[in-house]
Nanobody
Framework: QVQLVESGGGLVQAGGSLRLSCAASGRNFSWLTMGWFRQAPGKERDLVAGITYSGSRTYYADSVKGRFTISRDNAKNTVYLQMNSLKPEDTAVYYC?????????????????WGQGTQVTVSS
């Protein structure tokens, strides 16, 4: 019903930047709200940033505020995560997710569709 395809992960030096992209296909109502999660080894999958359909509301985890920016281009059915000033603790598998609800949510269980995950590694 919905497919999410991620790109942009990789290896970067601390202080550098990466831009993740997630292209969505399927029912429009299924991607009203989109988010980026990350999961490091031995840790829970946590929401990094979320965005509503219009882009008028966004959410950022405290750990990334001021460094990461989530955006979306609905004409391209794509959501982006611009990651600046990367730190080694940002190293994780990053997942794109979407939900068929116009409200922001922070719990993984509130998102019904997921990408395959892309590895982001930040070296010190």
């Amino acid at each position: 019903q919905v497919q999410l395809v991620e790109s942009g992960g990789g290896l970067v030096q601390a202080g550098g930047s990466l831009r993740l992209s997630c292209a969505a296909s399927g029912r429009n109502f299924s991607w009203l709200t989109m988010g980026w999660f990350r999961q490091a080894p031995g840790k829970e999958r946590d929401l990094v940033a979320g965005i509503t359909y219009s882009g008028s509301r966004t959410y950022y985890a405290d750990s990334v505020k001021g460094r990461f920016t989530i955006s979306r281009d609905n004409a391209k059915n794509t959501v982006y995560l611009q990651m600046n000033s990367l730190k080694p603790e940002d190293t994780a598998v990053y997942y794109c997710a979407c939900r068929s609800n116009s409200l922001l949510a922070t719990m993984a269980e509130d998102y019904g569709y997921w990408g395959q995950g892309t590895q982001v590694t930040v070296s010190s």
